[in-house]
């Protein structure tokens, strides 16, 4: 079992700053995908950015074509968190914020390429971004 909690988010103004965290803990060896994505009721999910190791290759960064330049995905592998720092934010970027991670290694790569793991995630955090 893996639990998934987020905290942070909130509201701020057009190009504010928002800082997001999320931490997992259970019973898992490492995770392959350790990321965000976002979703708008009505709407897909849209990845945001995540970190994605392989055992041979390391560790990378993926951002959506969206918020690169903007938000910077970090990690702390001691504590099993991850963090978004969200820049220059615009209303679009107004939806609820999901972490999730992928313990084994299900996530495709098509998906990791444009920011989105699969596997569990957490309750999500509101972020809203008024003009």
């Known amino acids: 079992h893996v639990h998934v909690e987020e905290s942070g988010g909130g509201s701020v103004q057009e190009g504010g700053s928002l800082s997001l965290s999320c931490e997992v803990s259970?019973?898992?060896?490492?995770?392959?995908?350790f990321g965000w994505f976002r979703q708008v009721p009505g709407k897909e999910r849209e990845g945001v950015a995540c970190?994605?190791?392989?055992?041979?290759?390391?560790?990378?960064?993926y951002y959506g074509d969206s918020v690169k330049g903007r938000f910077t995905i970090s990690q702390d592998n001691a504590k099993n968190k991850i963090y978004l720092q969200m820049d220059s934010l615009t209303a679009e970027d107004s939806a609820t914020y999901y972490c999730?991670?992928?313990?084994?290694?299900?996530?495709?790569?098509?998906?990791?390429?444009?920011?989105?793991?699969?596997?569990?995630r957490g309750q999500g955090t509101q972020v809203t971004v008024s003009s």
């Open positions: 999730v991670v992928d313990i084994d290694g299900s996530s495709w790569m098509r998906d990791v390429n444009v920011g989105l793991c699969s596997g569990d």
């Open positions: 259970g019973d898992f060896d490492m995770h392959y995908c």
């Open positions: 970190i994605y190791t392989n055992r041979y290759d390391g560790t990378f960064k």
